[in-house]
């Protein structure tokens, strides 16, 4: 993997805060991508020889990572890539299923036509990313959050989309275990449909169950 830029007063110019949160950025998708573990003690002196850096910037990334819930810091012995918990998995997907299922009741009953149909959009584009033959979960997973995001952005509400964005990041610590159980794909991709359904007829109360039970759905297949 490429380099940071240094933080060295010999190397570009570039500000510490935007330094750390550079390599905040990288971490944390390190941990998405399961190349740093769930439980691994993450190894500060490794990390920051690999990208030429030094360990400031690695602190100071690492303490927002665990201001996130990404990271966990333990005295004494350093930071650990967080473990979720059956506990914390319910906790998660309960706060998403009423933040979320109430931005879809907004978006059913106030959207243009126009964010209708960019959200039409994305969802071709889970159908696709789910046919048969060609099935991609990496790429599910990235429309079906493009098209989670969309519908907040359209939903405005600037206080709900960083709740949201800061519990999505904890959800994906466990998001393998989801979908890649049998079926759960198909299972997500008919429950986006029927959310769909329920959003292209403006019918907000049925918006708001459809997307509480797939959320609902989503912890049954993630515990």
């Known amino acids: 993997m490429a380099a940071l830029m240094s933080d060295s007063r010999s190397g570009p110019s570039i500000s510490p805060r935007a330094l750390y949160e550079e390599v905040a950025e990288l971490l ?66 309960h706060l998403l299923s009423l933040l979320e299922s109430d931005a879809a009741g907004v ?65 994906k610590l466990n998001r393998h275990n989801s979908l890649l159980k049998t079926g759960r794909m198909g299972e997500s991709l008919q429950e986006h449909r029927e959310i769909m359904t329920a959003l292209s007829t403006r019918d907000a109360a049925a918006t708001v169950k459809r997307m509480r039970e797939h959320f609902a759905n989503g912890l049954e297949a993630a515990a």
């Open 107 to 171: 978006v059913a009953a106030t959207a243009t036509d126009l964010q209708l149909a960019e959200l039409m959009t994305l969802h071709a584009e889970l159908e696709q990313a789910a046919l048969p033959g060609i099935a991609n979960t990496d790429a599910f997973f990235a429309v079906n959050e493009r098209f989670h995001m969309r519908l907040l952005a359209i939903a405005n509400n600037r206080w709900r989309d960083q709740m949201v964005a800061d519990l999505r990041k904890v959800m």
């Open 28 to 93: 944390r998708q390190r941990i998405f991508k399961r190349e740093l573990e769930p439980g691994s003690w993450i190894d500060e002196l490794k990390i920051a020889e690999e990208h030429g850096i030094s360990r400031t910037p690695l602190r100071e990334a690492l303490k927002v990572l665990a201001a996130e819930g990404l990271v966990t810091m333990k005295v004494r012995r350093g930071a650990y890539v967080t473990e979720v918990s059956a506990q914390d998995l319910r906790d998660v997907y």
